[in-house]
């Protein structure tokens, strides 16, 4: 593969938008969990320190995953997840901002919602710290 093909995170541009495609899909699925699940209690008392725990693994499903799906190798853990983890924040802040129903219309929900997809992606990023491997 040429030089021009890659890019300077060292994954193939095909890799790359892949990646930033499921950031959206990973994004849009936790703000339909914000809108359907939260509403329920996910983020209140103690089920709210379950559904953070619960992150964690979800979160390392999604990177395996997401590595299986474009083929990164295991030294690009972190750029695997700086790019569906910025993807995921540029859309969440967009859609914070101006679409905010989508996240459903009680802000006592939304605002731990939020916070729990920005907790979300400090994981995704800590696991790709953790998941890669050096060369």
Do not use: C, K
């Amino acid at each position: 593969m040429n030089n021009h093909a890659r890019m300077l995170s060292g994954l193939a541009r095909g890799q790359a938008a892949a990646l930033v495609g499921l950031g959206a899909v990973f994004w849009f699925v936790a703000a339909m969990v914000v809108r359907y699940v939260v509403p329920m209690g996910a983020l209140t008392g103690w089920a709210a320190y379950v559904t953070f725990a619960l992150v964690v693994p979800v979160t390392f499903v999604a990177l395996q995953f997401s590595r299986m799906v474009t083929g990164f190798g295991a030294d690009h853990y972190v750029h695997a997840a700086a790019l569906m983890t910025g993807t995921a924040l540029l859309l969440d802040g967009i859609a914070l901002t101006w679409f905010t129903p989508l996240y459903g219309n009680d802000a006592a929900f939304v605002l731990p919602g939020a916070a729990s997809i920005l907790w979300g992606a400090g994981v995704a990023i800590a696991l790709g710290f953790a998941l890669e491997r050096r060369a």
